[in-house]
């Protein structure tokens, strides 16, 4: 579907929607103000109606659903047997339907398993994305928005990253943690309503902000994404996922048994680290670029971005047994070398732990004046 968004004085657009409007990192800070909202057209929305859809995708995903509150926000993952994540969705539920965020270059297999994964329940789940498009920012932005609300509740999905959830576990031991103030929801609206965010933002009435600016902000807050730091080998304990997508006492589904046994009496094989890369060439790696100790491969970047405040950053799936205190180094696409340093989001003794100690972080962020 064609974006109404590339017409727009600036735009940059490509197959995922607008990446940005010239001004990447104004974007990021009129983003983190609630002064611009980001249409985010490489989501997906999936509609899951029927009077057993929430018992449904409790039995088949590793989210507690039965208990789902009109209005109420949560994601979930579809696990393979072996317990690797396939699918990641954020949940939104009106009391008639249950509404999926999903990356649109996954909607279309998710969906297809989800139809399979029937059998005589009363569910229909259907692609909804030609009706309905996503709109991220803080909450007041986009609640300030028209979100759609077929059944009366008004379809603003707040992402509840950081926190820990219900039956959930946090591996990161950082205090604060990066994301602990990041103001985060998306929208799902109409799409005539995206076309007059589109026409509000030609006229100058609305800013805008494009999905370079939007993963920044998420790269800075240690915030998985299945487009980006999924692979087939991925399990949710090394992504720190278990905090927000995964119930530890829930009834049983595909995978369970490999994530209890992993959380309970072993650890996962990689974890996730963040990176502050060096920014004196003003070069940033690509997704799948290794990173070393030393002449070893240790590990690949996932996601890298140049924050506002805190310069270049990145994510990173390493190791375990890479030691915590190694300055490690990331390949360029000119074919050098950065050096990174590393901060714990999973520590190595993630797993079958009960304490991890708690640790304050360090920042590059200016200190306040």
């Known amino acids: 579907m064609p974006s109404p968004f590339g017409a727009l004085p600036g735009a940059v657009t490509d197959a995922s929607g607008l990446r940005h409007l010239g001004r990447p990192l104004v974007e990021q800070r009129l983003l983190t103000a609630g002064d611009a909202v980001a249409p985010l057209g490489d989501r997906a929305v999936l509609a899951v109606p029927g009077e057993d859809r929430l018992s449904w995708l409790d039995s088949l995903t590793s989210q507690a659903l039965t208990g789902l509150a009109p209005g109420e926000s949560t994601e979930l993952l579809v696990l393979d047997p072996q317990g690797h ?43 909804a994305s030609d009706e309905f498009a996503v709109v991220g920012g803080t909450r007041a932005a986009v609640t300030a928005l028209s979100p759609a609300q077929p059944a009366g509740v008004p379809l603003v999905w707040t992402d509840p990253w950081p926190g820990v959830s219900a039956g959930g576990w946090g591996y990161a031991a950082v205090d604060p ?4 103030d990041r103001d985060w929801a998306e929208a799902i609206v109409s799409r005539a309503e995206e076309q007059r965010i589109a026409e509000a933002a ?67 094989p990689r974890r996730l680290v963040a990176l502050q890369l060096d920014g004196s060439d003003s070069v940033l790696p ?84």
């Not at 649109?104 to 329940?121: H, T, V």
């Not at 006229?203 to 730091?229: I, K, Y």
Request: proline share 7%; glycine share 8%; net charge negative.
């Open 85 to 127: 994540i396939e699918h990641a969705a954020s949940v939104l539920d009106d009391g008639e339907t249950t509404w999926l965020i999903v990356d649109r270059d996954a909607a279309e297999g998710l969906l297809a398993w989800l139809r399979r994964m029937r059998f005589r329940l009363r569910v229909d789940p259907r692609d």
């Open 177 to 180: 943690h990066p994301g602990a």
């Open 202 to 268: 030609a006229s100058g009435d609305l800013a805008l902000a494009g999905l370079v600016a939007v993963d920044a902000l998420r790269v800075a807050a240690w915030r998985p994404r299945r487009a980006a730091e999924v692979d087939e080998r991925a399990l949710p304990h090394e992504l720190d996922w278990m905090r927000t997508a995964v119930h530890l006492s829930k009834g049983c589904y595909r995978g369970q048994e490999t994530v209890a046994k992993v959380h309970n009496l072993g650890h996962p």
């Open 286 to 369: 690509d997704p799948g670029a290794e990173v070393r100790l030393g002449e070893d491969a240790i590990g690949v970047i996932t996601s890298a971005a140049l924050h506002y405040e805190e310069g270049p950053i990145a994510l990173a799936v390493v190791r375990r047994s890479t030691p915590v205190g190694a300055t490690l180094t990331v390949a360029t696409p000119d074919g050098g070398a950065l050096a990174a340093a590393q901060e714990v989001i999973v520590p190595p003794d993630a797993g079958a732990t009960a304490n991890i100690p708690r640790i304050t972080r360090l920042s590059r962020r200016p200190a306040a004046t």
